[in-house]
């Protein structure tokens, strides 16, 4: 079917979600830019050491899923803020972080070990995710109006970019905000939450196996396009062979 008909420009419904897995711009109100009346408290002032840790989670997630960070290799704190232009303070603590995800394990004295994944395990989680998303994809597919799946074009677009020039850590965000917003239309916040734990462990390289080619990354996007193009055109039987075929090929 031509890509996108029946949709009109509707404000995706997703946002919030959206929000958490992906960067946006917010405006930012007068007030908040330093004008306040007399008797207010001016804004607070922004935690520096917060913003340093997220940034170097976000760049040890990307280097994890870029497979640059190897499985099986230890790293250690002060070495990875030399690289990233830090102190060694910040690194640790998201690595403690991905500790907690599963993504590597501490060793004493040492740094951080990336955990060793093999073919099983990434498939336990496909079907893990299959048992949650696939139900709920095609109930939302009997119940979404088209234009609520219109609003998810942008998102099933990016996966399609960042595909075309290989960019692997770009791809498992859009990936993954694809998924998330898919999931969103249920209104369960908590499916919602669980499912992302779930895809973002999917999307670490295995132990034997190179980081995704640029050729399996285009093939996973176009799967996101031909399900909202079904979605979008409420063919339940298209959508539950696509979600079926999406889990049990890759787990994108």
């Known amino acids: 079917m031509e890509q996108g008909r029946g949709c009109e420009e509707v404000r995706p419904p997703y946002a919030s979600v959206a929000s958490a897995t992906a960067h946006s711009s917010v405006r930012v109100p007068e007030q908040a830019r330093g004008e306040h009346t007399h008797g207010e408290p001016p804004p607070p002032r922004p935690v520096v050491r917060h913003s340093v840790r997220g940034q170097i989670l976000e760049a040890l997630r990307a280097a994890l899923v870029d ?19 830090v102190s060694a303070t910040p690194v640790r603590e998201a690595m403690q972080q991905l500790a907690g995800e599963g993504a590597v394990e501490v060793v004493p004295n040492r ?23 696939v139900p709920v994809m095609l109930r939302l597919a009997r119940s979404v109006p088209p234009t609520g799946w219109c609003a998810l074009r942008p998102l099933a677009d990016a996966t399609v970019a960042a595909a075309a020039v290989g960019d692997r850590a ?5 990936d993954r905000a694809f998924h998330g917003a898919v999931l969103a239309l249920s209104g369960n916040a908590q499916l919602v939450a669980v499912a992302d734990e ?3 462990r999917s999307q670490w390289p295995l132990e034997t196996n190179p980081p995704a080619r640029r050729a399996d990354l285009l093939a996973d ?3 996101h396009t031909a399900l909202l193009d079904a979605l979008i055109a409420q ?18």
């Open 67 to 85: 497979g640059e960070l190897i499985p099986g290799q230890v790293y250690s704190a002060p070495a990875l803020g030399a690289r990233f232009g």
């Open 111 to 133: 740094g951080f070990r990336v955990s060793e994944r093999g073919p099983r395990e990434l498939a336990e989680l496909a079907e893990v995710r299959a048992l949650i998303e």
């Open 221 to 223: 996007a176009s799967e």
């Open 198 to 200: 779930l895809h973002r």
């Open 235 to 252: 063919d339940v039987v298209v959508v539950q062979s696509l979600v079926r075929e999406h889990f049990a090929g890759s787990g994108g």
């Open 170 to 174: 770009s791809y498992a965000e859009a």
